[in-house]
């Protein structure tokens, strides 16, 4: 059999590559016009950094993590997110002294889910965190940022944005406990994997996609009941300002991600094209978690993107390239051709040479490729001083110099 990737990773070349990087660039864009500093930290972090945060009942902690022992003895986990190390990295680094600190990664985080259509046990995730802030403009303009990323890297698709408020702690508190006793009724009707959940983790059951647990789920408390006038104040602020953004949204009470830290704000950003991994962007507010790590007591907020599902929803073709191959007739032409290549690379024009000196197979694989021009190096060029330029397309071809060759291609 032939050799594989380990179940759940993938390889990245070719197009898809090319969509990766354009994520890349279009993030990057945007972090600078929102102003986010970017931060690359390591892959692997002290379990202790995910187990409380994340939460000790959390899918994720319990099922999901790689986590291994070091030769020393000490337990390290391959990331599962990035919101805890880039907090981790912003407090050992000293970015707290200055607030807000707006910081945002791009790169591979790790969770042993089942793998299937989006969704992967290695993928790339690109973060965006505005630490040390409590401003309700903080929360909107990371929405806006995701949902400008999202409008320029997928202009045609349908997105919806879904809001929820988890209010504050109190507010938290009374709603899982009012949320316990209505489960408690439901024990033996809930899924296997919700039953357990009755105790400790009572609102992820509300994220279930259990059939029976659905209908158990739209009978059950709503949070909204439960908001202090606090978290009320705010969410209605957040609700204003995105309309004075003139951002659609929708309100989805049952909204309450897979992560223990969230609190106030928490938001997605779904597509109807993905089938049941459908959720693009996610975050929210955690006010408590950067003391939980060992910072100060300042609060956050922040989302994470799945990069692989956005490639998902990309069209292939989306990166232009004029893409040149140079072919030269004869290996006894390689002094001459070689010359005419190396001037075309220190002028910063891309092009291929396969080595071949074969004018048919080269010539027949830069049509497969959609090559858009070939040059041809032939005896003739080279006792003229001479080579061909040849455009794909139209077939149609001249004989040019070294100088009006470049001058062309650099156009
Ligand atoms: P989360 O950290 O779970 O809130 O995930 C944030 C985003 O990362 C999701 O909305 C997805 O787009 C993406 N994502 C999460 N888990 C996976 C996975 N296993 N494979 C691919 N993408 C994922």
Redesign the pocket.
Known sequence: MKIQPIRGTHDLYGEELHKFTKIEKVVKYYANIYGFNNIITPIFESTDLFKKPLGDQSDVVLKEMYTFLDRNKSSLTLRP?YTTPIIRAAISNNLLEKTPQKLFGIGPMF?R?RPQK????Q?N?MNFEILGSNDEASDVDLILLAKNILQDLLPEKEIILQINSLGDKDTLGKFKESLKIYFEKYKFDLSDESKEKIDNNSLRILDSKDKKDIEINANAPKISNFYSEEAKKYFNIIQSLLDQSSLNFEINNTLV???DYYCHTVF?FKTKDLGS?D?????GRYNGLVKMIGGKDISGVGW???I??IMMLMHDNQVEEKKVQLIIMKKELRDYGYKLLNLLRENKIPVHFDYKYNLKKSLSFANNSNYEYVIIVGENELNNNLCILKELKTGSQKSVSFIEIIKILKK
Not at 118 to 121: A, D
Not at 279 to 283: D, E, N, S, V
């Open positions: 997110e969770r889910e989006g969704r992967y046990r993928f995730q991600r897979g992560l997605e991994q959720t693009l962007i996610g975050g994470a993107g799945g692989e599902r």
